[in-house]
Each structure stands twice: as structure tokens, then as C-alpha cells.
């Protein structure tokens, strides 16, 4: 029952993440009355438990990995306490001064919020269960951008004790003196890499052979060498049979029998969307078997219903999501005809080492019946890695007929180099176009140009 006549938007928006935020701006900006509907706090995941949080714990400690690696050269010594508790303090005023601010931004743009959770009733209708009731709102055009939240496997249910997923993790205000981490991707590498700062012993199962399984497989390597270096634990191809917390401890069986006990459990296996409830099928949207929402080419789920973000599954990134937004804004208003063509994804992962990737490595080249071609530059020989003490981890280029095809890049730094590398991909470079700029010095940007003019060999 709604308690109020119903208001008529040109654009209603579900979900107030990057990608609902983008697509509010974008339309607005093109002259649409725009509505944003959050059941929840503004900024999505990304704010609120993923990109921003985890930065920040990585940021706020990497004091500690540069000292450690300083005295490995023997110019530094002692230690650095972090105090998580006044970390848990500045994240939660750094959070709520940043969703001030988006909200700040949607009311200058004459953008109406609406808090609370919307359902598709209907075609052309969202019900908005608010604190005040129930709001009908009617939309020329639906934004779903409803985002994603952790996924889990029977047997290792997070449960708020000591098993726990990112969310969960991120609150922690006590540091945990061992932690094991289902799942070796970017999740658990950068909360592995933030714990492991603060004193805590990691150790990682992955289910598959190698740590950032979907990273080129020399980039996996480095990976784990580095985490072996700082004492972590790695068991790869190791399937977890369950995990439970028992008698305050999480405790995981592997499907070997073997038994891992710590203090704390992150499971990190992925993330599903969020769909369940919202009503899109009144709306004539299919869904995968996954969940994720079906779209076309133009990013549209229905008519005159579109999906963006990671509820449509196409790439589980915030610049994805906030790209895809202001794309389907454009195409409502009738400024973008085409079909949604993002160009090469750029992918990284922070901490140390960081990593990044974008275009497409040799196995997927090789896989699509090309012949590539690749060329390295070592870290080692960058005087900005020698300075930061971390010499480890390499350029890679992949290149198909002399063209710039993938870049990745693993060590210290190299997330830095991930737009330059874009833009090669997306251009598709020669070693030439590398010799005709200025490349300042010193600056590891070195290791990408002595990447691009090094001998090429067979991939
Ligand atoms: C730990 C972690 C670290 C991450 N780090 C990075 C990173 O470094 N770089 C990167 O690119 N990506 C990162 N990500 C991924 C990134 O956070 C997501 O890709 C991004 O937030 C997706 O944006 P979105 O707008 O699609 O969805 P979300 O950010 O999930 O936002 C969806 C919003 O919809 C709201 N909502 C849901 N249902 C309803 C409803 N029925 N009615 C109203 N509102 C609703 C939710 O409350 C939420 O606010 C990270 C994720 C995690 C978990
Ligand atoms: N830096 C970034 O851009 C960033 C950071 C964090 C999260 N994210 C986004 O969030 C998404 C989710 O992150 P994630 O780390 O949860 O997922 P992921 O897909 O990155 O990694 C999950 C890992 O868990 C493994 N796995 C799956 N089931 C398992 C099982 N039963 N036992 C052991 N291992 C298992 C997978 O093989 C994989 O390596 C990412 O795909 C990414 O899109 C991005």
C-alpha cells in the first residue's frame, strides 16, 4: 500500500554505487529528471566495503612494508605499530565525509534521493520502502544498479563469529594473530596483504593451481614467491571440505582430511549480484543461471529497462560500473546510439607486490589462433624500485604484428603504470611510438618504455 501519490521521474535509478551515481550524473547533466533509489548508504560496495577501505588500511600501512624492505638493506631498523582501532576511526569518518559529499553532489544537480529499498511492481512502476512508508515512483526508464555481495559455498557459510567475509573482515578491531583465506584471488590478496602488515599469520587455500589464477601465469609466480617470502602459508589446487567456528577458532578440513586452524577465516570465493526481491521480472527482465541480470549490447534488460554495474556480471570493477552508467545515460538521452564498447578493462591489485594487466596476455591471444610475440623489462634494473628496496617483478608486453596487444606488470608500484599501459593497448602501439615521447627519469614509466623497445621473443 503506498501512503503517497506517485511521483514520475525520466530516469529511476536502483542502487546508489558507481554505477547508479555515474548514470545519475550523466543524465542529469543531459537534462533528465533523475531519481536514485538506496536502500542502504551511497557509494555502494566500493565506499563503503570494498575499494575505498581497503585502500585505505593498504595506504595507512604501507610505512611498514617500506621499512621492512629498507632494512633488508640495512639503512633502517625498529618498528611501526599501526593502531587499527584509530584506523577503524579514520575509515569510519573518511566513509561518512565521502557519502556526505555524493550526497551533497546528487542535491546541487537537483538529483532526488530516495532512501530506502525499491521493488518493481510493475511495468513503468518501483515501490520504495522508506522509513516514512511506502513511495510509488514512476520511471520513463530503469536503471537497475543494484552491485553484488560475497558469495559463499555450502559448508563454509560465513557467520559473523570467525568465519567471516569482506565485509565482516573490515571491521575487525582487533588484530587477529592468524588468519586463513579461502580463495587466492584479489580479495584475499589485498586483506591477506594489509593482516600480514599487521603481525598476522596468513595462510591462503586456493582451489585452483595458482595464487590470481586469471593473472598471466609468470604474474602468479611472482605473487606467490613474494607472499612465501613474508612467511605465508599457500596451498594451492586444495579444495576445502568445511569451515565452521568452534570453540572460538575457525576451523577448516580440506577435502584431503588435513585440518587448519586460526584465529580467523576470510572467505574470499567471489561475489553474486543482488537481485533476489527486486521485482525485475515485472519489469520483463531475464536473469542468468548465476543471477546476474541479461542484458544486450546496449547494456538494456528489458524494454526501457537497463542493467549496469556488477549486476550485469560483465566486469566486477567500479570503473566498470561507473563507465557502463554514465554510458546508459547517455543512450536514454539519446547522445550514444552505438553499442556499449568500453575499450581494453584495466585490472590491478594493490599492496605489495601490486599487479596490473589490461588487453590481452598470450594465452588468450594464442587462444583466439594468433601468434604472439612477448618482451620483459626487469624491475631490478628501475632506480625507483632500487630505491623503494623492491627490485622484484617485471614489465611483460604482449605484442601481435609489432602492435602493443596486453601489458601487465607485477612489483613494486606498477598499479601507477596501468592508464599509460591503456592507452597503448587501446592504440595499439609500436616499440617506435615508445621512442618518439619523453619518458622522464627517473620514474619506473622506465620499465614500461624499456618493455616496449626490448627484443621481442616467441610467447
Ligand atoms: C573488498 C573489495 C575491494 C574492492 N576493490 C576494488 C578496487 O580496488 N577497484 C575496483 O575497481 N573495484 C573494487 N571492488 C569492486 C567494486 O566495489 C564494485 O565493482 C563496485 O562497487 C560496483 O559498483 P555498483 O554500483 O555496480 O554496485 P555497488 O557498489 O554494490 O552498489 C549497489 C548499491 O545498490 C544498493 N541496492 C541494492 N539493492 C537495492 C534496492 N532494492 N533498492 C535500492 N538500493 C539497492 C546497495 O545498497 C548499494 O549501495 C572491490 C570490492 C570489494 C568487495
Ligand atoms: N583491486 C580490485 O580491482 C578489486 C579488489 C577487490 C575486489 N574486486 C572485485 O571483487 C570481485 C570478487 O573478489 P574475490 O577475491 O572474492 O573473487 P576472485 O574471483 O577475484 O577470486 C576468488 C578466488 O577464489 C577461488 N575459489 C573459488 N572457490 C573456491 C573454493 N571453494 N576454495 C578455494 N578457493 C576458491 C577462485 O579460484 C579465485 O582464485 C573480483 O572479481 C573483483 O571484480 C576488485
Known amino acids: ?49 570494498g575499494c575505498i577501505p581497503t585502500k585505505l588500511f593498504l595506504g595507512a600501512t604501507d610505512c611498514v612494508h617500506e621499512l621492512a624492505a629498507q632494512a633488508k638493506m640495512r639503512v633502517a631498523s625498529g618498528s611501526i605499530a599501526i593502531d587499527l582501532p584509530a584506523l577503524q576511526d579514520r575509515k569510519a569518518k573518511m566513509l561518512a565525509g565521502n557519502r556526505q559529499a555524493i550526497e551533497k553532489d546528487l542535491s546541487a544537480r537537483g538529483i532526488t534521493l530516495l532512501r530506502g529499498r525499491g521493488t518493481v511492481v510493475a511495468p513503468g512502476m518501483v515501490d520504495v520502502v522508506t522509513a516514512e512508508g511506502t513511495v510509488r515512483v514512476e520511471y520513463g526508464d530503469l536503471v537497475v544498479a543494484t552491485g553484488s555481495r560475497p558469495t559463499a559455498f555450502p559448508g563454509m557459510t560465513p557467520d559473523g563469529d570467525r568465519v567471516l567475509d569482506s565485509d565482516g573482515i573490515l ?5 587477529p594473530q592468524s588468519m586463513v583465506i579461502v580463495g587466492g584471488g584479489v580479495i584475499g590478496l589485498e586483506l591477506g596483504r594489509f593482516f600480514a602488515r599487521l603481525g598476522t599469520s596468513i595462510t591462503v587455500v586456493e582451489a585452483l593451481d595458482r595464487l590470481a589464477p586469471w593473472e598471466d601465469p609468470e604474474v602468479s609466480k611472482t605473487i606467490a614467491q613474494l607472499c612465501k617470502r613474508e612467511k605465508w602459508t599457500i596451498h594451492t589446487g586444495k579444495r576445502v571440505a568445511s569451515l565452521v567456528s568452534d570453540g572460538g577458532r575457525a576451523r577448516l578440513v580440506l577435502e584431503s582430511g588435513d585440518e587448519i586452524l586460526a584465529e580467523v577465516a ?114 631490478a634494473a628501475n632506480p625507483i624500485a632500487q630505491a623503494h628496496a623492491s627490485v622484484q617483478g617485471f614489465v611483460k608486453i604482449a605484442w601481435v604484428d609489432g602492435r602493443v596487444h596486453g601489458v601487465t606488470a607485477v612489483g613494486h608500484g606498477v598499479a601507477h603504470l596501468i592508464t599509460q599501459a591503456t592507452i597503448m593497448v587501446r592504440d595499439g602501439w609500436t616499440a617506435e611510438d615508445a621512442r618518439r615521447i619523453i619518458w622522464a627519469h627517473p620514474t619506473l614509466d622506465e620499465a614500461l618504455r624499456h618493455a616496449l623497445t626490448a627484443d621481442t621473443t616467441d610467447a
Open 171 to 175: 571491521d575487525l578491531s582487533d588484530v
Open 266 to 379: 576470510l572467505v574470499a570465493t567471489g561475489r553474486g549480484p543482488v537481485t533476489e526481491g527486486l521485482g525485475l521480472e515485472n519489469a520483463g527482465c531475464r536473469l542468468d543461471r548465476r543471477g546476474f541480470v541479461t542484458v544486450d549490447e546496449r547494456l538494456r534488460a528489458a524494454d526501457h529497462v537497463w542493467a549496469v554495474g556488477d549486476v550485469n556480471g560483465k566486469a566486477m570493477l567500479a570503473h566498470a560500473a561507473s563507465h557502463q552508467g554514465a554510458y546508459v545515460a547517455r543512450c536514454i538521452s539519446g547522445c550514444d546510439t552505438g553499442n556499449y564498447t568500453p575499450g581494453p578493462m584495466p585490472w590491478c591489485i594493490y599492496g605489495a607486490p601490486e599487479t596490473m594487466r589490461v588487453g590481452e596476455m598470450p594465452a588468450e591471444l594464442e587462444a583466439r589462433g594468433l601468434h604472439p610475440r612477448v618482451s620483459r623489462a626487469m624491475l
Open 1 to 49: 500500500m503506498t501512503s503517497s501519490p506517485s511521483e514520475r521521474f525520466d530516469v529511476v535509478i536502483l542502487g546508489g554505487g558507481p554505477a547508479g551515481h555515474a548514470c545519475a550524473v550523466e543524465a542529469s547533466a543531459c537534462g533528465r529528471s533523475v531519481a536514485v533509489i538506496e536502500a542502504s548508504e551511497l557509494g555502494g560496495t566500493c565506499l563503503n566495503r
